[in-house]
């Protein structure tokens, strides 16, 4: 029997179902978090053959130890992941030094985490990137912004999603932003477009056995810094451009045995690095999409992705097929703005469509809004409408 650590298995909240579609193909499940026992779902609980309590999970040589403790008790440990994005340099240190090699080992790490080291590889696979600086002097600064003008976007190199991340349009805003001092981030030229991704659960020969694409209606950069709303959709299938550059760039980094979620973006207009609709790098994301988005590319092909992704950790395929197919739509409304319909409201309206009405957790609102609805649509019309009813 195959052992299966999965790193806080209660966060996201639905990522029992991982753990439940693994247990369910005969692995060993073991859970480490730091979250009580008794505070785990129900649902975690029976996905999980033990869990093992931490008190911190930033605390490494607790989680070594938890870790070290399942290999004495059950053996050798084939798998180790968080699929999490915040955890995902944690997992290749642990399996490091556990010789665990069925994911990123701690030399191989830095290539998937850090942007300035992913646009190698995104050219590498053909698709454009936009320029950048490593920010280290004021006059290094000045002299890239005099080359690509403004505005600029800064972000950590190693960061997650878009927390911590700026566009600055004038030498004020650049000044006050190097006045901090800012370590380990990146400037690049200013892209004008719609951010759209490819999702793929990829096989230990980089070939992927599941398919899908979002599109971002509102930027994300702008959702976190100006706390606005989310707005968002699923296709079941992404865009034949995106396949292409996504399916280009998992062979330029060599992917294997993974849920992916790459970011591009489509250019809104003509500009220095493309013509309008072309396909340009933003960033690769070695994990799923976060919080919910799972279960909307269920929604959007009628599928399972759990079960998809926990069929290629344990038998490398799946027979696991797509039915239906619908635009997914998301729509998170931030909590202190004022809205023509209330939640009643909508649901009422759209009852027949919605998958879901709830709260996001803290740590997830900053970039997906306070609470969300999602709903399914045969045609983009109607998602518009819901859109524009659901944040009105």
Same mark, same amino acid.
């Given at each position: 029997?195959?052992?299966?650590?999965?790193?806080?298995?209660?966060?996201?909240?639905?990522?029992?179902?991982?753990?439940?579609?693994?247990?369910?193909?005969?692995?060993?499940?073991?859970?480490?978090? !730091?979250?009580?026992?008794?505070?785990?779902?129900?649902?975690?609980?029976?996905?999980?053959?033990?869990?093992?309590?931490?008190?911190?999970?930033?605390?490494?040589? /607790?989680?070594?130890?938890?870790?070290?403790?399942?290999?004495?008790?059950?053996?050798?440990?084939?798998?180790?992941?968080?699929?999490?994005?915040?955890?995902?340099?944690?997992?290749?240190?642990?399996?490091?030094?556990?010789?665990?090699?069925?994911?990123?080992?701690?030399?191989? &790490?830095?290539?998937?985490?850090?942007?300035?080291?992913?646009?190698?590889?995104?050219?590498?696979?053909?698709?454009?990137?936009?320029?950048?600086?490593?920010?280290?002097?004021?006059?290094?600064?000045? !002299?890239?912004?005099?080359?690509?003008?403004?505005?600029?976007?800064?972000?950590?190199?190693?960061?997650?999603?878009?927390?911590?991340?700026?566009?600055?349009?004038?030498?004020?805003? %650049?000044?006050?932003?190097?006045?901090?001092?800012?370590?380990?981030?990146?400037?690049?030229?200013?892209?004008?477009?719609?951010?759209?991704?490819?999702?793929? &659960?990829?096989?230990?020969?980089?070939?992927?056995?599941?398919?899908?694409?979002?599109?971002?209606?509102?930027?994300?950069?702008?959702?976190?810094?100006?706390?606005?709303?989310?707005?968002?959709?699923?296709?079941?299938? #992404?865009?034949?451009?995106?396949?292409?550059?996504?399916?280009?760039?998992?062979?330029?980094?060599?992917?294997?045995?993974?849920?992916?979620?790459?970011?591009?973006?489509?250019?809104?207009?003509?500009?220095?690095?493309?013509?309008?609709?072309?396909?340009?790098?933003? /960033?690769?994301?070695?994990? #799923?999409?976060?919080?919910?988005?799972?279960?909307?590319?269920?929604?959007?092909?009628?599928? !399972?992705?759990?079960? &998809?992704?926990?069929?290629?950790?344990?038998?490398?395929?799946?027979?696991?097929?797509?039915?239906?197919?619908?635009?997914?739509?998301?729509?998170?409304?931030?909590?202190?703005?004022?809205?023509?319909?209330? /939640?009643?409201?909508?649901? !009422?309206?759209?009852?027949?469509?919605?998958?879901?009405?709830?709260?996001?957790?803290?740590? %997830?609102?900053?970039?997906?809004?306070?609470?969300?609805?999602?709903?399914?649509?045969?045609?983009?019309?109607?998602?518009? /409408?819901?859109?524009?009813?659901?944040?009105?």
């Amino acid at each position: 029997m195959k052992n299966f650590i999965f790193i806080s298995p209660n966060f996201p909240a639905n990522y029992w179902k991982f753990c439940h579609e693994l247990k369910n193909n005969g692995l060993n499940v073991l859970g480490i978090g !730091d979250c009580p026992y008794d505070n785990l779902s129900a649902e975690l609980k029976n996905s999980l053959n033990e869990y093992y309590k931490v008190d911190s999970l930033e605390n490494y040589a /607790e989680v070594y130890r938890a870790v070290a403790f399942f290999a004495f008790k059950y053996g050798k440990i084939d798998w180790l992941e968080s699929n999490n994005e915040y955890w995902l340099e944690r997992d290749a240190k642990l399996r490091t030094d556990f010789n665990i090699t069925s994911g990123y080992s701690e030399k191989e &790490i830095k290539r998937v985490k850090f942007k300035s080291e992913m646009k190698k590889y995104y050219k590498k696979a053909g698709v454009k990137v936009a320029r950048h600086y490593l920010v280290k002097t004021v006059k290094g600064a000045n !002299d890239f912004i005099k080359k690509v003008g403004y505005p600029v976007v800064v972000k950590p190199d190693n960061g997650v999603g878009a927390n911590a991340t700026y566009k600055l349009k004038n030498d004020g805003e %650049l000044a006050a932003f190097l006045k901090a001092k800012p370590r380990g981030y990146v400037m690049e030229e200013y892209i004008d477009g719609a951010v759209c991704s490819y999702d793929a &659960i990829v096989d230990s020969f980089g070939n992927p056995i599941f398919e899908t694409g979002l599109v971002e209606m509102f930027s994300l950069m702008d959702t976190v810094n100006e706390l606005g709303n989310s707005l968002y959709y699923y296709c079941p299938r #992404p865009a034949d451009d995106v396949a292409e550059a996504g399916r280009k760039t998992l062979k330029a980094f060599g992917v294997k045995s993974r849920f992916i979620h790459f970011e591009f973006f489509r250019l809104s207009s003509d500009q220095h690095i493309g013509k309008k609709g072309e396909i340009v790098a933003l /960033e690769v994301n070695m994990r #799923p999409a976060g919080g919910i988005s799972p279960d909307m590319m269920n929604y959007a092909s009628s599928t !399972d992705v759990y079960k &998809i992704w926990a069929d290629m950790i344990a038998y490398d395929s799946t027979l696991v097929t797509r039915g239906e197919e619908y635009f997914c739509g998301y729509a998170g409304r931030r909590d202190g703005k004022s809205f023509e319909y209330s /939640e009643q409201d909508v649901i !009422d309206a759209y009852r027949n469509n919605l998958k879901s009405v709830s709260r996001i957790p803290k740590a %997830l609102s900053g970039a997906m809004g306070d609470l969300c609805f999602i709903g399914t649509f045969k045609t983009d019309k109607e998602m518009s /409408e819901f859109f524009a009813d659901a944040l009105k």
